[in-house]
């Protein structure tokens, strides 16, 4: 296990910085994921943003979720631990896989020029495209923090 690092990103363009240093530089995992993992996970969420999502979750966990997004956006930080949909969680891989980080880059890059409209997110009502991107790069920001130092 890698140290964990203590990130902050406010970009798009940091982040796809970040992933691409980590894959140069290499990394430890800190936590239950390696990149590719991450990545994988990432670009799913991303996509629930761009492309829509169908069905949308139950009104009164949209409900909760508007609560805590808030909070997110206010403390510029997200829990660790907390559950995600089933289908966001990524398959187990030993190794990096660069197609999968490559398609990471590329979404990342995708989300940062989209002008909108936004689709209705599933995670919440009426979710802003500004709110939206600052919940991804915070998103972001979590994750990689758990991919520490080598060594």
């Known amino acids: 296990m890698g140290r964990l690092r203590r990130v902050t990103l406010q970009t798009f363009d940091e982040v ?3 992933v691409t240093r980590l894959r140069t530089a290499g990394y430890a995992a800190g936590g239950r994921w390696n990149l590719s993992q991450v990545c994988d996970h990432l670009t799913g969420t991303m996509r629930l ?3 829509g999502d169908q069905p949308r979750v139950a009104w009164a966990v949209r409900k909760a979720f508007g609560v805590l997004l ?3 956006l206010a403390r510029r930080a997200m829990v660790s631990g907390a559950p995600t ?3 966001l969680t990524p398959e187990a891989l030993t190794e990096d896989d660069p197609q999968r ?3 990471c880059l590329a979404t990342l890059a ?3 020029d989209f002008a909108g ?3 209705p997110y599933p995670l919440c009502d009426n979710m802003t495209l500004d709110k939206w991107k600052r919940l991804m790069v915070i998103h972001a920001q979590h ?3 758990f991919l520490g130092a080598p060594g």
Request: proline residues 12%; without cysteine.
């Open 16 to 18: 796809i910085d970040d």
């Open 101 to 103: 980080i490559d398609r």
């Open 85 to 87: 949909l089933p289908r």
């Open 110 to 112: 995708e989300a940062r």
């Open 143 to 145: 994750h990689l923090g």
């Open 70 to 72: 808030a909070v997110i």
């Open 117 to 119: 409209p936004l689709p």
């Open 49 to 51: 943003g761009l492309d």
